[in-house]
């Protein structure tokens, strides 16, 4: 058919031409593909790298962006058929609320990126919150209550009071303003084509590009500037680097188009409105497509890991699994979640140290095991934490892990009846209130920022188990932790090896906490921080083990002895299921690709 040679003249004819198609085709294509992605996220939605991306935000920007992509895509097609009025509707307010969702959105990165910072810090020791004191006037409270609100929620209420002033300036510029209501009578006796022309360039359209201009410009600048030491595994920096990127030619471009007669011959083909759609179009790809190719790379990645784990056990079958120990159980996800014992702990063959001649495949698929993430939280956990916290933001998993093994150690170590196999009342007590604490800043979605992934059940059961003990509208303080209170002679001697490079990034506060550790090439996993590590572990007194292994919880005060009955089901497993869900998403996770970028550094991984 070609092309209509008058392109798009406002006239009462359709555009029908190979170019309208392609536009129809083109936006059509992209409808499904786009919503095919997004149905691809909501099935994976339970995924922990999807849960921080926070979905629904991401999906409302998408839909509201779409909304006006579709409009001016079929804007060459529909001619002088869409009323001037509802296109300055639609681009007065679903592109500015797409675009500050996706700003809200990606905001995500850096608030993520903060409260993984503040889990490390709250593992230190140490308090990322500043301390309230009182403000005499009623200003300066308000003002300090802003100032310690996150800064996600800051912006939350920034981009909607700017979208509550967008809508009012939208409602009073259409209501004064005659021509985007259809009477064209200040423009003399003209034609139907020449009005609909004409209404579209009226400077009372400007408003409606400020959010594309600002986000291009301004947000998206001063938002890169906030992440440039940020260097995740999710490709979320580079989501946003794109978005900037492509969004800075649009709005100066729909400008020029609509208010440049040197555009004419351009604007009968290409609308201004299309200036836009390139960056609209990278927003929404980097918004879907990143992480459904993540979701696709880590489905890879856990079928890899789990022919490695097969093909290590079928080998230590085959060989008699050296070394006495069980080795690894059937590395089956709902086994792994449902199970109370992954691997035994005295399995050690898998954690000898690497020799020179040991095949970097045979090595990669030991490091890949079970018993080397067991190895590495037993010998030294805060390499992987802070790889954790500052590229997978996925400390809360790591931490959860060591503060089960730390409460473990403790049902160890506790006094028990004599000729029996019981704990003593008060051991029992204090082992629930430091169950209540794990359970707090960890699982429970109310009293904590970052919940651990677990499956429904799991977290159902440990709520009937706990929830009753966590007095209502208390939180855990951030700076609270599980303190071991048993010491053990041989972890004072220590001595260090040269930095690695995951080392040289890390605090010193952080990097200095090792276990006792030997010669050894291998320095994430050597027998003599193990023998440190799990070594005899020596019984406080009762009365200190009071004041330094539970700190008095609110659910155990006169207040809330009610709530600090210990319900049934509380016993040494309480956390055995939890812990193995974890344990199998931070093994298939975290744990692979913490491996991975030790291996590309030639001084090991920690």
Excluded at 109 to 114: D, G, T, Y
Excluded at 425 to 440: D, G, K, M, N
Excluded at 540 to 566: D, Q
């Amino acid at each position: 058919m070609g092309l209509n040679p008058k392109g798009r003249n406002w006239g009462t004819l359709v555009n029908w031409d190979d170019l309208a198609k392609f536009y129809a085709g083109f936006i059509l294509a992209w409808t499904v593909i786009l919503y095919a992605g997004v149905t691809w996220l909501i099935y994976n939605r339970h995924l922990a790298f999807i849960k921080i991306r926070n979905l629904p935000l991401a999906i409302a920007s998408v839909t509201s962006l779409h909304i006006y992509l579709i409009k001016i895509f079929l804007a060459y097609t529909t001619n002088g058929h869409f009323p001037c009025a509802a296109e300055f509707w639609i681009m007065s307010v679903y592109l500015p609320c797409g675009i500050a969702l996706f700003q809200a959105n990606l905001m995500q990165l850096k608030s993520i990126s903060e409260q993984q910072k503040g889990l490390l810090l709250e593992e230190e020791g140490g308090s990322n919150q500043d301390v309230d004191v009182a403000h005499p006037s009623f200003a300066s409270r308000w003002w300090s209550r802003w100032t310690h609100l996150p800064g996600v929620k800051r912006t939350y209420i920034l981009i909607a009071l700017g979208m509550t002033v967008q809508l009012i300036v939208t409602g009073i510029l259409y209501a004064t303003t005659p021509t985007l209501q259809g009477d064209w009578a200040s423009y003399g006796h003209i034609s139907h084509a020449k009005g609909q022309a004409l209404c579209r360039k009226s400077q009372q359209w400007i408003p409606s590009a400020f959010w594309q201009l600002v986000w291009a410009w301004v947000y998206g600048p001063y938002l890169l500037f906030g992440v440039r030491n940020i260097t995740d595994t999710h490709s979320w920096k580079l989501q946003v680097m794109l978005s900037v990127i492509s969004g800075l030619p649009g709005a100066p471009l729909w400008i020029a188009a609509v208010f440049s007669t040197a555009f004419k011959p351009v604007n009968i083909w290409w609308v201004p409105p299309m200036w836009l759609a390139p960056g609209i179009i990278v927003m929404q790809l980097t918004t879907v497509f990143f992480p459904v190719y993540e979701i696709w790379k880590s489905s890879s990645q856990m079928r890899t890991t789990r022919a490695i784990l097969n093909h290590w056990e079928e080998q230590r079958a085959g060989g008699g699994g050296g070394g006495g120990g069980r080795g690894c159980e059937s590395i089956d996800q709902h086994h792994l979640a449902a199970s109370s014992s992954i691997i035994s702990s005295g399995d050690t063959s898998l954690m000898a140290p690497s020799t020179s001649t040991e095949a970097p495949s045979r090595r990669h698929r030991q490091l890949c095991s079970m018993a080397s993430l067991e190895k590495a939280l037993a010998v030294n956990p805060y390499p992987l934490l802070y790889f954790a916290a500052t590229k997978d933001f996925s400390a809360e998993h790591v931490l959860f892990l060591i503060q089960v093994r730390r409460w473990r150690q403790a049902c160890d170590a506790a006094p028990r009846i004599e000729n029996e196999n019981a704990l003593t009342t008060s051991a029992r007590a204090r082992l629930f209130s430091s169950a209540v604490e794990i359970y707090t800043s960890r699982v429970n979605h109310k009293s904590t920022e970052c919940p651990i992934n677990i499956e429904a059940k799991i977290r159902r059961d440990l709520d009937a188990i706990f929830s009753p003990a966590v007095p209502t509208g208390h939180l855990v303080e951030k700076n609270e932790k599980i303190a071991v209170g048993f010491t053990s002679e041989s972890q004072s001697q220590s001595h260090f090896q040269p930095l690695s490079p995951i080392q040289q990034h890390m605090p010193p506060s952080t990097r200095t906490r090792h276990t006792a550790r030997s010669n050894s090439e291998d320095t994430l996993f050597d027998e003599a921080a193990t023998a440190a590590i799990e070594g005899p572990f020596t019984f406080t007194h009762p009365s200190a083990m009071a004041e330094t292994l539970f700190k008095p919880h609110p659910a155990v005060s006169p207040l809330g002895g009610a709530r600090a009955i210990i319900r049934p089901g509380f016993d040494e497993h309480v956390f055995d299921a939890a812990e193995a869900s974890v344990k199998y998403l931070v093994l298939t996770n975290t744990w692979q690709k913490f491996v991975k970028f030790g291996e590309h550094n030639t001084s090991g991984l920690v």
